[in-house]
């Protein structure tokens, strides 16, 4: 909570005193339109999720059991921290780093960099760097896609609700109802261990991910945003 809090006064001061805007350029304020956005994004990424983990349980013959202790207060604790976590990451790589990107060098190559900023942060979020270089590529192009999908949202848009809607929809289904996240076991758990099938299966999860999700997205945004261009 405190990282949450010193990114959004740091984020406020830069702007206000280095940038001379006002922290409402980052689009932040509510509207009609970024509301539907930020439900867009959170319902899309959200069956994005449950289609790869309900794929993966049948592919792999994983089953699933409902928590026994789990209560609502624990779905509210969880849910907060998943919201915490996006709200501070988004305001860190979609905030006014990549809006200074975008008004200086454009679009795309302040989306690629920020895309590859996010993916060298899950490095170390993730506490693989050092580890096996397949491992270190695969982490940062599934979360460089994302990243590069969130930054996207934020430059065509011109708001943080949509790029949030879509980071707290994956989010939410990955760590609040499958427990595969940094809080432990949440709604749901898996029993017993997977069957392992071959590398193909793999490259399909991995392709849904890097390139499915995101692209439908990029050529969404593009095709209804168009005019939305720097």
Known sequence: MIGLVVVILLTWLFLKYVVNEPISVLGIAPTSQRLRELTVGITFMAIVGFINF??????????????EDYSFFDFLWGSF????????????FRGVLLFLLIKYVGIFKGCLFSAITFGVYHWFSYEVFGERIILMAYIFLVTGAGGWMFAYAYAKTKSLYLPTGLHFGWNFVTAIIFSSGPIGNQLLIQQGEAVQRNEWYTLVFFTLQTIVAP????????????????
């Open 54 to 67: 309900l794929w993966q349980a049948d592919v792999k013959e994983i089953t699933y059991a409902v928590s």
């Open 81 to 92: 921290w998943v919201f915490r976590s996006v709200l501070f990451e988004e305001l860190l």
């Open 215 to 230: 692209g439908i997205v990029t050529l969404y945004l593009t095709k209804v945003y168009k005019n939305n261009a720097t």
